[in-house]
């Protein structure tokens, strides 16, 4: 028994739907405090979330899978065996285009200070959100 790993199930959720679901052995979120490492039979939790690196440990028989996203603000809830991340975005760490996310942040800094100026109308608070996702995506990269 003592070989036995407990798991529970957790869902990484984004206004778009579904991230990740599934059974896990651990979950690490970055709380607005630091980070929050939750493994089965955790107490009862509620946390915000900031923008930054979770990571989704699943155990596949011997072999360890760690699933990583980059991930948007939001809250964290863990009750009786179950944890849900709601997040305002979540990508995939292997999925993430390192040329698209800097020209990304290129484009939204560029765009801000233009609107800062008065030379642009374009909502300063939309494009604060873009540059805080593609400076996210690269941190997850460690590229930032």
Do not use: C, Y
């Not at 360890?64 to 065996?81: L, M, R, S």
């Amino acid at each position: 028994m003592a070989d036995e790993v407990r798991t529970f199930d957790v869902s990484l959720v984004t206004p778009d739907g579904a991230a990740f679901e599934g059974e896990v052995e651990m979950v690490i979120v970055p709380g607005a405090d630091g980070e929050i490492g939750v493994l089965a039979r955790h107490a009862p939790l509620v946390a915000m979330l900031q923008a930054g690196s979770t990571r989704i440990h699943v155990r596949r028989g011997r072999d360890e899978d760690v699933h990583e996203f980059a991930t948007g603000p939001g809250f964290f809830k863990v009750e009786q065996d179950r944890a849900l991340a709601l997040v305002d975005d979540a990508v995939n760490a292997r999925e993430i285009d390192e040329e698209r996310a800097r020209k990304q942040l290129e484009e939204a800094t560029a765009e801000l200070e233009k609107a800062r100026a008065g030379e642009s109308d374009a909502d300063q608070w939309q494009l604060e959100q873009r540059i805080k996702h593609a400076e996210n995506q690269l941190a997850v990269l460690g590229r930032v």
